[in-house]
C-alpha cells in the first residue's frame, strides 16, 4: 500500500507541471519550445511512473484494481502529453490543426480522477476504490 501510494505521490505532483506543459501547447500564438521541452519531461516522468506502477508487486484485490485503474489514468496523461506536442508542432499545419490544437486547455477530467484516487487509497486504506 505505502508503495502504491508513493507513486500515485509522484504521479499527482507531476501532474500540475503536466498539465501546464499541455496547456501551453494549447495558448494562442505560437507555441515555445520551451512548451516542447517541458512536455518531452512530462511524458518521460509519465513513462517512468508507469514503470514503476506496473512492476509493484501487489496481491490484494483492491490494490490490484487500484493499479490498474491508476496504470490507464497514467498512460491517458502520458497520450494527452504526446498529442498536444503532434498538435502545437504538426508536420503538416492546417486550418483544422490549429483549431483543435487551440481547444488544448490541459489534462482534464483523467488527471482530477488519478488525484481522487490517490485521495480515496490515502483515506481509506485499502477499502473500495473509485472508478476501477
Given at each position: ?17 503536466a ?15 520551451q ?5 518531452g ?11 514503476r ?7 490484494e484485490a ?18 494527452m ?41 490515502r483515506?481509506?486504506?485499502?477499502g ?5
Open positions: 500500500m505505502r508503495a502504491l501510494l508513493a507513486v500515485l505521490d509522484e504521479a499527482v505532483t507531476a501532474l500540475r507541471f498539465d501546464e506543459a499541455v496547456a501551453a501547447c494549447g495558448a494562442p500564438g505560437k507555441v515555445s519550445g512548451a516542447a521541452e517541458r512536455c519531461r512530462a511524458g518521460s516522468t509519465f513513462h517512468r511512473l508507469q514503470a506502477l506496473g512492476g509493484l508487486p501487489l496481491t483492491d490494490l490490484v484494481e487500484a493499479q490498474a485503474y491508476a496504470g490507464r489514468l497514467l498512460a491517458y496523461d502520458q497520450w502529453v504526446r498529442q498536444s506536442l503532434d498538435l502545437a508542432f504538426s508536420l503538416h499545419p492546417g486550418a483544422s490543426t490549429e483549431a483543435a490544437r487551440l481547444q488544448i486547455n490541459g489534462l482534464g477530467r483523467p488527471a482530477d480522477d488519478l488525484r481522487r484516487l490517490r485521495d480515496a487509497l483515506q481509506t486504506g485499502s473500495p476504490v473509485p472508478g476501477s
